[in-house]
């Protein structure tokens, strides 16, 4: 199997982004018109759409490496030796997360920062714009803020998070439920969107929505996010339905999907997780159970790790385990794509008691990695091996934590020091809380 990413609330915080919008908008729109009323004195209330969509999609990839690394650290998945930064190695495995700290805020106020951009788009430009126009604008914004937020509540979890976007402190957090409710609703209220807004889009997507930039088929990646959601809420059926509406394809390239696309352009981003994996030294390393518990020929493995000849030992941590499922600074990080999905099928399936269906999609994605079938699934080992499939096909994608904690089975991955323990939840964000 080739390697997956080698293929391919306020107004203050908004006018803070606004120069990094502006900046990336120009690297994409070159000398088109941004219709800016006053450019020596930018706010981003000002901006046009296209500028707003493309800063939008630009800070999504903000502090996304970050958050990877902290979800697959706690999730066991792999280790971030960083010598000048303690943290990695020991809040995170401590369960001691400082909600002042960046591990927390850093991933929290980015993913808030493209919500402020949606927002304006969607309380500011639609009046403006023509019917099918504005529909189009409407689905893009409600389902980047679905996404989003959806991100924070994976980090906070029953903290709950803020669903409210006016910057007032004293409005309560969201219970998880209704945090989830409330991503499900924008994720029905942006197809909906989606079904009035023509045949094209007005605006342009990055490469990194090849595929699903015209209404349709930014729908279909709609209903693949509102496949993980419904998963999450424990609503099988409705993720099938989902699941049934999205670019889900058992003879597809397991590949295809929506990616963050980097590259090293004035004013663009790279792709902070790549290393070279054979360097004298590393940070992200895979942890060592991914080898121990890995499957003989499984392509997964071997295709995103490759084993170093000397140990790290780092903060009584130690690997071999190099990562490779990037190969430079400028290759993609998927968002969603259909071998996540054909593995989302088998969970609502498992979920349901279908069986046989869900082993069928499971030896889909199984014969992609060179193994034989999975063994009959049944009541008593379906879900450890859909478990199994996901760690290995999402492989630092950002699933495991929140899988192994969906089902109740954190005290399954392995605790490496005496003393550490495993968070369950992120605490509110400093920010976030009066005083």
């Given amino acids: 199997m080739t390697n997956i990413f080698k293929d391919k609330f306020n107004k203050t915080r908004g006018n803070l982004l606004f120069p990094i919008v502006l900046t990336t908008a120009l690297f994409y729109l070159g000398c088109g018109d941004l219709d800016i009323s006053n450019p020596n004195a930018p706010v981003i209330e000002d901006a046009p759409v296209q500028t707003l969509i493309t800063g939008a999609e630009a800070g999504m990839r903000t502090s996304n490496h970050i958050y990877l690394w902290v979800v697959s650290a706690i999730g066991r998945e792999s280790y971030y030796f960083e010598p000048a930064d303690p943290r990695y190695t020991g809040e995170l495995l401590e369960n001691t997360i400082d909600p002042g700290g960046f591990l927390l805020n850093s991933p929290w106020s980015s993913r808030y920062n493209v919500i402020a ?45 803020k669903i409210d976007f006016s910057g007032d402190l004293t409005v309560p957090f969201a ?58 809420q424990g609503n099988h059926a409705e993720a ?14 397991l590949e295809t999907g929506v990616y963050h696309v980097y590259s090293t352009g ?30 003989a020929g499984d392509t997964r493995y071997t295709s995103k790790i490759v084993v170093r000849s000397d140990t790290t030992v780092f903060d009584f941590l130690t690997s071999t385990l190099g990562i490779t499922i990037v190969s430079s600074v400028t290759d993609p990080l998927p968002i969603i794509r259909n071998e996540e999905l054909i593995l ?49 096909s999402l492989f630092l994608e950002g699933y495991r934590w929140v899988d192994m904690r969906l089902y109740g089975k954190l005290g399954d991955l392995p605790i490496d020091r005496a003393g550490d323990v495993m968070i369950i939840n992120f605490p509110k964000p400093e920010t976030e809380t009066e005083g």
């Fill in 117 to 161: 951009n949606c927002n304006i788009l969607l309380n500011d430009k639609l009046p403006d714009l023509e019917a099918a126009d504005a529909a189009g604008v409407e689905g893009f914004a409600k389902t980047i803020t679905a996404y989003q937020l959806l991100l924070n509540l994976n980090l906070l979890n029953e903290t709950g998070i």
């Fill in 175 to 232: 219970s998880r439920t209704e945090s989830l409710a409330r991503i499900v609703s924008l994720l029905d209220e942006g197809n909906s969107a989606l079904d009035k807004a023509g045949s094209s889009f007005k605006f342009f997507l990055s490469s990194g929505f090849a595929g699903f930039d015209t209404p349709s088929t930014f729908a279909q990646f709609n209903r693949a996010i509102k496949a993980r959601v419904s998963i999450y």
């Fill in 240 to 253: 099938l339905t989902a699941l049934g509406g999205s670019f889900i394809s058992t003879s597809g390239d």
């Fill in 266 to 295: 004035l004013g663009d981003q790279t792709n902070n997780v790549f290393e070279t994996p054979d360097a004298p030294f590393i940070k992200w390393m895979g942890h060592p159970t991914h080898e121990a518990d890995a499957e």
């Fill in 344 to 392: 989302l099928r088998a969970e609502a399936n498992i979920g349901l008691g279908n069986y046989s269906t869900a082993e069928a999609d499971i030896n889909v994605i199984r014969a992609a990695a060179g193994l034989a079938d999975s063994p009959t699934l049944d009541a008593t080992n379906a879900l450890n091996q859909l478990l199994h499939e996901k760690r290995y």
